[in-house]
């Protein structure tokens, strides 16, 4: 009885682990040949990218519409193939009558309230948003860099010489400044497959004509004031 006992649970227990691997996202590598840089390290240039991608710039202080835009690109990262950043995904609203958005490595995405205004559905509103997500995620922004030149922990030593940290900062102003500008067309062809997987996975319509009534509503007044 003991044994039968034992095999049942050993049979649960594989059933159980068999349909968490089956519903678990197939993850994007936590770094990899073109991005040698721990998460840790990800994240913290992504924060001084994003910081700089701030400047100047007003950000939506709207508790409810920041609230509802977290929560939609966290559906989409829910599922997607990178779902947890180093320090997890951060969504930001942008005072910006311009449709843009705008992302940096580590989870930082940007989204403008005009971008808000011109989507239609909250459907419309994860594609945007997953389309940055994807950016971020395969660090585009990255391509091209060498890990030495913008591995931040090194340049954020105290005793890092000033021109080591100088030579950081002009990196991360370049960096902001692709971010900012857009992508190449290879690159969003990538972010669109990336993100195209994502929202099919978090069960978004691709089609305008197939956006259930109830998530129009429901994008309509969670972002009331800021639309």
Known sequence: ???LVQAMLAGALAWLIAAGCAAEPK?????????????REEFVYGQSIAARLCRGR????????????????????????????????RFYIVRDARVAT???PGGFVFVTDG??????????????????MAHSALR???????????????ASWPNTPEWGRE????????AAERCAAGWTEAQEEA????????????GYASEAAAVPEARVKRFTEELGAVR
């Open 27 to 39: 993850r994007d590598p936590p770094f990899d040949a073109k991005s040698p840089l721990t998460p």
């Open 140 to 154: 585009h922004a990255l391509e091209g860099e060498e890990a030495r030149d913008v591995r931040p922990t090194e």
């Open 1 to 3: 009885m003991k044994r």
């Open 191 to 202: 972010a669109s497959l990336w993100a195209r997987k994502a929202l099919a996975a978090a």
């Open 58 to 89: 007003e950000l939506v202080s709207d508790a409810r519409a920041r609230e509802y835009v977290a929560r939609v690109g966290g559906t989409v990262a829910a599922v997607c193939a990178r779902p947890d950043p180093w320090d997890g995904w």
């Open 102 to 104: 705008w992302s940096a």
């Open 167 to 174: 030579a950081f900062a002009k990196r991360c102003d370049r």
């Open 115 to 132: 971008a808000l205004k011109a989507c239609a559905s909250e459907d419309a509103l994860a594609a945007l948003i997953a389309q940055e």
